[in-house]
């Protein structure tokens, strides 16, 4: 199933990521075919295999419900591109 | 003094533990491969000089007190998606191009107690995402065999470090082939791990439920050995699998008789370079001669892995790179609000690569496509794993080619993402399966090194370790290295 130009825009700003006309154009072709690559699978008649979601069998995995220290705050903002005091700031995103 | 370039980490410790050479000058020495080839080799993407030999220095205090391990003093390299604390950790990716981990890796931290030496990261395709190298944002990796090619990926600069001589060993990951491939195009032994065995802590995220950590060596019991140090249970990691460690290095007796080896029919023909498959037969012969016992077996969804792997390593990859905001750690393009923000330093900062499979990722979740996508990809990856448990039935490993040819010029499949796909359908299904593999140089096509697959049960890492280390003592070909003083001013 070929992926069109609108489809590829549709799924960019899913993703958040701001693609630039040429680029919209190349993705379409080159989705298009890995896409059809993929559909191969449809030949296959899944109807009564159950689905892995892992591939090695495990039970949930829980910790003790125990406090122990966290990170101090200049580690956790040592990377931030913008911050004011000990927090990460970012634009307004209400008006 | 005696030249380490080409030492097995055995033969190094040994040497240090007899007092022949000190890490120090191990170090020094790889320091200086590292000037004078990396220029035209770019298997590094940040060197460590001062992190190394002051690690080396206390290394060689330890082995003073009769402390050492097997990999103490021992200069190593590490992938950089692997987080080193206070080392930048890039991806190779412009995003991250200063992000600075404030911890190590699990793994980083088993290297770091065990006295291993670090020279530096590696280059890498971009967030693992490619077969060659040529994804990162940070210039291609050369395969040091022939500077016109590839050296596989995506942990194309681990495998060319250790190839050239710069590293003893390194660390990789391997998502759907990115240690295996690039072992079997630079002639390096590379292991992937069973999904669980080794710590993915710290471990950047492409694939949570395909990536796997593991090393790339000179030797079989080199892999052996640092699969020692870094296999384990880790909390941190809530699929980390809570089995003891065996004794990796126990088993490798020379010994293969009694072992039934399969050979899977659909890993034979196809797109595969003839001169490729004559050479994996000729190492199967090996194996007869030696007494194992050989079977024809079928893995009968073979071809249907890959199209299986390129839902679901996409599909894990759009969740796991979600988190490149801007915000927190990474690059941050301004724009006219958070939204835009948001969309400018993701078109920025990821490549091409990435890009796709963020975009094929977030399509195959989609409202409408999740059944006729993702859904029938977690089904098929049942099959692909029941094929594997009807084979290990029968045989206790399975050998197979690692890649369908040689490594390939540089740029030959950079315009056909789907072509450039392909060169990893002999070692995606290992991972949708989520068991263990090795890749062994086999031998030699046009100069250029082949590389045999081993491919064993979920913890089956000793049994492909015994049949991969039987092989190495009964041939020549892990002895055989590329001659860069054909393109370096070194002596040789």
Redesign the interface.
């Known amino acids: 199933m070929p ?1 069109d130009r609108d ?2 825009a549709h ?2 700003e ?7 006309p040429d ?1 919209l154009d190349d ?1 379409s072709v ?2 298009s ?3 059809d ?8 008649d ?1 109807d009564a ?8 069998p ?1 039970e949930n ?1 829980l ?1 003790e419900d125990i406090v122990a220290p966290s ?1 101090p705050p200049e ?2 903002l ?5 911050r004011v005091g000990d927090l ?1 700031e ?4 209400l008006d | 003094m005696i030249d380490s370039a080409y030492l097995t980490v055995g033969e190094a410790a040994a040497l240090l533990r007899g007092g022949e050479i000190s890490s120090v000058e191990l170090t020094q020495q790889s320091l200086r491969r590292i000037e004078q080839l990396d220029s035209e080799l770019h298997a590094f993407l940040t060197c460590t000089p001062d992190v190394a030999l002051m690690q080396a220095s206390e290394a060689d205090r330890r082995i003073a007190r009769g402390e050492a391990g097997p990999l103490t003093g021992i200069p190593m390299a590490l992938k950089d998606i692997l987080s080193t604390r206070g080392v930048r950790t890039t991806c190779a990716s412009k995003i991250l191009e200063s992000y600075v981990p404030q911890y190590d890796a699990g793994v980083v931290e088993r290297l770091r107690q065990a006295g291993c030496v670090l020279l530096g990261k590696t280059n890498m395709d971009e967030f693992a995402m490619g077969s060659s190298n040529e994804n990162s944002a940070f210039g291609p990796v050369r395969n040091p065999w022939n500077l016109d090619r590839v050296p596989g990926g995506s942990s194309g600069g681990s495998a060319a470090a250790v190839a050239a001589g710069e590293a003893m060993f390194a660390l990789g990951t391997d998502t759907g082939g990115s240690i295996r491939q690039p072992a079997a195009l630079t002639g390096t032994v590379g292991l992937k791990p069973t999904h669980g065995r080794v710590s993915r802590y710290g471990l950047i995220a492409f694939g949570s439920s395909l990536d796997q950590a593991g090393p790339i060596t000179r030797s079989v019991r080199d892999a052996a050995l640092v699969l020692q140090t870094i296999a384990g249970h880790d909390p941190r990691d809530s699929t980390s699998i809570n089995a003891p460690v065996p004794d990796y290095g126990a088993g490798l007796s020379g010994e293969v008789r009694g072992l039934k080896l399969g050979v899977p029919k659909e890993y034979f023909g196809g797109g595969m370079q003839a001169e490729v498959e004559a050479t994996i037969r000729a190492a199967i012969h090996v194996y007869e001669e030696l007494g194992a016992e050989i079977e024809e077996v079928s893995l009968p969804h073979t071809d249907y892995a890959l199209s299986t792997y390129y839902i679901i390593s996409p599909a894990e990859a759009m969740a796991n790179l979600a988190r490149y905001d801007g915000v927190r750690y990474g690059l941050s393009v301004p724009g006219e609000d958070m939204w835009e923000m948001f969309g400018r330093t993701r078109d920025v900062g990821f490549g091409n690569e990435v890009k796709r499979r963020i975009l094929l990722g977030t399509y195959a979740l989609s409202a409408g496509f999740y059944d006729a996508y993702y859904l029938k990809a977690q089904k098929v990856r049942t099959l692909v794993r029941r094929d594997f448990e009807a084979a290990f039935s029968r045989v206790d490993a399975l050998l197979a080619p690692t890649t369908p040819s040689v490594a390939f010029p540089i740029g030959e499949k950079t315009d056909d993402p789907l072509e450039m796909y392909l060169s990893d359908v002999y070692t995606v299904p290992i991972n949708i399966a989520g068991i263990c593999a090795i890749s062994i140089p086999a031998g030699f096509v046009q100069g250029l090194p082949v590389g045999l697959q081993i491919i064993g049960r979920p913890l089956g890492e000793e049994t492909i370790l015994r049949a991969a280390h039987a092989f190495e003592a009964a041939t020549e070909h892990a002895t055989r290295h590329p001659d860069v003083t054909a393109w370096a001013a070194v002596a040789s």
């Open positions: 992926i489809t590829v799924v960019a899913l993703a958040r990521i701001d693609l630039r680029e993705l080159e989705l075919s890995i896409v690559h993929i559909a191969r699978l449809r030949e296959l899944t295999v159950p689905p892995t979601a892992h591939a090695v495990m995995v910790r990170w580690a956790v040592a990377n931030a591109s913008h990460f970012v634009q307004a995103i």
